[in-house]
């Protein structure tokens, strides 16, 4: 089992990692399975349980349908099935936690039981949130609730044998932060202690010995995060007492989420640091923005009349349909269009699968597809040295944009070196 294998590594020492990439965008998806059919290296793939569940989620897709697109496209491409690990993030009542506990939970055990039964292996169970008329539940509550999704998880994975989990949650809720961040908690040897401790508890409760076995690693909160416009860089010395604590158990590493923007090194150090997993996401539809943003603007250039508008078109879209950015963009008109554009927490992600949008893409990547695109426009934009690019087209230029992210966590995870 290829996540077990880095496990014992990392914890002998060896600094190694796997990035986690959370994203269900298929320009993602595809950059990334290309970057690992190249490399030959393992690739984890997450959805949220926000993103995608037995209701189709804010993407309209289920856990089978994922799961089947993304194999699909992997074995079009040549990946060996074993290199794929298809991984569901914050599974747990966060997407109904505006209803009762027992209505929130019943429909959570169901969403875990659709994805493991659609061959995600790599389960995070999250029942750490408040539902309706509830105050923050206690260590013990979130633990026992956890147990209740673990046994949903044993009884429908097809091959116990091939699922880990992951449990904790001292990170923003899915969905990232709605505020600047003023100053982050690195969380506590104590809450580490208590997290894991309560959890053993409880799944021994539940007879669920065999299930601790598979529990590979821990969310916790290292002192990495984004709001906005900031990002928040790893500090080893600030996460020393935590780092240690992790000692006392052998088999299990920490999960790092929101790990999106940070310097490399300090990738490498978490890494280091007995990080098993580093999460990713909005960086990756950030590099995916930057492109096509750029690739407007060369068919601008181009195109004068007959270009496709993307760019008005995506904040037209955003304007019309405000519900995913409204919450978390504040100020001016000018302040809230400034961040629309821009935010490190890219709400426009959300936009891409939209059909107005879609069709505006499609219409730009056609147009780019119909001309060669002279080397000296796409110098101008992109800043690639023009006498080493050969034939790039639209696609192409996506591709690379996004596997620049992909390939440096890569290397900070201890791949290519």
């Not at 009542?93 to 493991?116: E, F, G, I, R």
């Not at 505020?179 to 894991?196: A, C, G, H, K, M």
């Not at 098993?276 to 923005?289: D, M, N, S, W």
């Not at 904040?315 to 100020?331: A, C, E, L, V």
Request: aromatic share 10%; net charge negative; with cysteine.
């Amino acid at each position: 089992m290829i996540i077990r294998d880095i496990l014992n590594k990392n914890k002998s020492g060896v600094a190694i990692g796997l990035p986690s990439f959370c994203s269900s965008n298929m320009f993602v998806i595809d950059a990334a399975l290309d970057y690992v059919l190249q490399k030959d290296v393992p690739i984890v793939i997450e959805a949220t349980c926000n993103q995608i569940n037995q209701f189709g989620g804010y993407t309209g897709i289920l856990p089978k349908d994922f799961s089947k697109k993304v194999r699909s496209i992997a074995t079009e491409k040549g990946i060996e099935h074993s290199k794929l690990i298809l991984g569901g993030d914050h599974l747990g009542p966060n997407p109904w936690k505006h209803l009762s506990a027992s209505k929130a939970m019943k429909n959570a055990q169901v969403m875990v039981k659709d994805y493991v039964q659609a061959g995600f292996t790599k389960i995070h169970l999250d029942a750490s949130m408040a539902c309706k008329g509830e105050n923050t539940p206690s260590f013990e509550e979130v633990a026992r609730r956890t147990s209740e999704l673990c046994m949903v998880a044993e009884k429908y994975a097809p091959d116990l044998d091939s699922i880990c989990y992951v449990i904790g949650t001292e990170v923003p809720i899915p969905g990232g932060e709605t505020e600047t961040i003023d100053t982050l908690q690195v969380t506590s040897p104590d809450r580490l202690d208590r997290t894991i401790e309560t959890h053993i508890q409880a799944f021994k409760e539940k007879n669920l010995q065999a299930a601790l076995s598979r529990i590979v690693s821990v969310v916790v909160q290292p002192g990495v995060d984004f709001s906005h416009t900031a990002v928040t860089q790893y500090s080893k010395s600030s996460a020393k007492k935590l780092v240690d604590q992790l000692s006392k158990y052998k088999d299990i590493a920490f999960e790092a989420h929101s790990t999106d923007y940070q310097q490399t090194t300090g990738l490498a150090n978490l890494v280091a640091d007995h990080h098993l997993f580093l999460k990713v996401g909005p960086e990756l539809t950030f590099a995916l923005r930057e492109a096509l943003f750029l690739l407007a603007k060369i068919e601008d250039e181009l195109f004068k009349d007959k270009a496709s508008n993307l760019i008005q078109v995506v904040f037209k879209t955003m304007d019309n349909n405000p519900k995913d950015w409204i919450n978390y963009y504040h100020g001016s008109i000018d302040e809230q269009q400034f961040l629309k554009h821009y935010s490190y927490s890219d709400r426009i992600r959300y936009y891409w699968d939209h059909p107005d949008v879609n069709s505006a893409i499609n219409k730009m990547i056609k147009n780019l597809d119909n001309v060669d695109i002279p080397e000296f426009v796409i110098s101008q934009f992109f800043g690639i040295a023009t006498n080493e690019q050969n034939n790039e087209t639209a696609r192409s230029l996506i591709k690379s944009r996004i596997q620049y992210v992909v390939d440096r966590y890569y290397n900070a995870c201890g791949f290519d070196r």
